[in-house]
């Protein structure tokens, strides 16, 4: 009937307690985003990057100024369960390693690592060896390149090159024939990212992405630089978006 | 015999009804079979505490409907998670909003703990059911429970919260500063601490 | 046939010559080999012109995949509920819950404001008002024939028998699909006292088969 109880001695080990929670037998630290804490056992202090007294830790293992705002160093000894909006949450060991994750995915990971902040909008860059733990909207499928995905639908990739943009020519021409009227509806049939080469693509299982407020951020930090008919346009083009979403 | 709860899967209870009743969430019938009536019930606790119980995230209110007669009602929430507890003798204090059914065997009383600092809502609404019976909750995700012990008090993310039970003392942690403010989750600015001894059910997910 | 469940949101599906798949639009999370996606009108053309386009965000678009390579399809993380038919039974559905199926499979789409009798989704209805009302889509997919349907719903899936002496109440909101000789009739719920407004109506399912029930009242 009721789920068994579970206590320090028997919660699991840097490991899953069910699809959407981890528990980190943390003796140490950990790097965290915020918000994702849902119980713990033992003595643990919570600092926000800016404010924390390892400063010259973080500084050596997390560049990226745009993100550090959304993370915390989880320091002391005990158990930490984490859980994400219920979301799916699964861990992976990088083994000398390169990741480059969507951020928003991105939930807690030990300070072996390094974070730096990847050219591609929206995702960073895990390097070296260590343990990491992903968010996604349903589990995560590990695909190999050749593939073509949903630009929402992609968690991150490790080893093959970064993706392309790839532009269904035929979908197009289709959609011109057909004359559906769709304006500006951008569905992963139309633009994909392309991945070749050796390596492995995460994708989770929705094309509904996960969350990423860094992503607003960068756009409101841009709007300063508009004049007045580039604002226009960007306000035009918001409306369109908003009257899609809701249809 | 009895009204019986059952679970069907993860996210679906079955109230087996045999000429008796058990009580649940109003709207949280999706089937049943055989000659089911339902009538308005209310919470228990009175008048005085709160005139209607809200869910937190949405605000809309809570009522119970009682199901009586002679068949099968299947309950469900929106695709929740569901918990199945069962009571033997003792009390259960679960976040109100998270109750979806009990059998009728069993009494409830609806408290109401103060806002703390909460943002505009309903503050923290608990309500205990107790005696010999089944309860369902509901929890976004598969819930976990973790014992508490004097050697092991434990420290929870009021937002994760779904109910406790046993000896215990419930604290509240203030300043807790790092909780992220924008976008998704405006966390509640304190945690919720357990001590002494029994159990505390939570979700792996934020309300 | 061939659809391979990845997980409990996501399936997997073949696609060669001969075995083209009709989807819903916006529910291809990735693909390998060489597969086009082309948009197709709902319902082989019995829905179309003003009426269609009015409507389309209840006829939700559908596209179909040709080519040769497997196809990964999800919808806004809903989870799905496959059906295989075997050429001797009907599949009852909204029609925007169908994520994929395969295109060889007859479809008929009916508007709630023509109802047929005798099988299918006869809800005795007058006005698409009332279809707003209890939340149900303006349009039904009857489904026929031998090959796969992938159907979308809101938590886990419920399936039902159905018989003749024992009928099925379901809450319209949390209706997926019906399979079979059943007749699914629209009334006011009677065993409510005291109802609130979202509880003023209810689908009884009657005749032999299965119905598929969500564990949610939310239509998505």
Known sequence: MSTQPLSPMTLPVDDNINPYSFCIDLHGEWFMQKG??????????????????????????????????????????????????????????????????????????QPSLSLKQSIVPGFVTLIGSGKFVASSNGPVMFVEPPLRV????????????????????????????????????????????DFTGTGTVLMQSSEAAVHDPSVLRNIESQVPLLGQPDLRTLHTRIGQQLQQSQQ | MVAQLRTNGHRVVEAHLNGDSVKALTGSMVAYEGKVQFKKASFGGGEGVMKTLKRKATGESLDLMECVGQGVVYLAQMGSYIELIALAGDKLSVESSA?????????????????????????????????????????????????????????????????SSGQLQQGFVTGVNWKSLIGEGSGEPFSLQFSGTGRVWIQPAER | MGFEKMNSKVLKVPVGPGREVLARRGAMLGYTGDVRFSPVRSGGG?????????????????????????VFYGFQGLTYAVVDLSGAEMLTVESNRLLVHDANLNSAIVPLTAQQSGGGFRAGLRSAATGAMTGQGMFTSQLSGVGSVAVLAHGEVLE???????????????????????????????????????????????????VYVQASERKF
């Open chain 3, 160 to 210: 039902l028998s159905v018989r003749a002496d024992k009928p099925v109440i379901v809450d319209p909101q949390a209706f997926v699909a019906a399979r079979g000789q059943v007749q699914v009739s629209l009334g006011a719920n009677v065993s409510f006292k005291e109802a609130r407004s979202g509880e003023m109506f209810q689908l009884t399912a009657t005749g032999q088969g299965t």
């Open chain 1, 150 to 193: 949903d630009p929402d639908a992609l968690v991150g990739w490790a080893d093959c090159p970064s993706p392309s943009h790839h532009y269904d020519a035929n979908w197009m021409s289709g959609f011109l024939q057909a004359a559906q009227g769709f304006f500006g509806r951008n569905s992963g049939e139309e633009r994909q990212f």
């Open chain 1, 36 to 109: 994702k804490m849902i119980a713990y056992y033992g003595q643990m202090r919570f600092e926000s990057l800016a404010a924390t007294s390892l400063s010259a830790m973080v500084a050596v293992r997390f560049s990226s100024p745009l993100y550090s705002r959304d993370w915390i160093v989880a320091a002391g000894q005990g158990k930490l369960i984490l859980g994400d909006r219920g979301y799916d949450l699964n861990a992976y060991d990088l083994d000398n390693g390169n990741l480059t994750i969507r951020a928003a995915n991105l939930s807690a990971f």
């Open chain 2, 99 to 163: 109750l979806l059914a009990y059998e009728s065997t069993l009494s409830t009383n609806v408290t109401f703990a103060g806002m703390h600092g909460m943002s505009a809502g309903q503050g923290l609404t608990t309500t205990s059911v107790s005696g010999h019976g089944a309860v369902a909750i509901l929890s976004d995700g598969p819930a976990i429970c973790l014992e508490v012990s004097p050697q092991y008090p434990v420290t929870v993310d009021p937002q994760a919260y779904l109910g």
């Open chain 3, 46 to 70: 019995s829905i179309g012109g003003s009426l269609g386009s009015q409507l389309s965000g209840e006829s939700a678009a559908m596209m179909v995949a040709q080519g040769s390579g497997e």
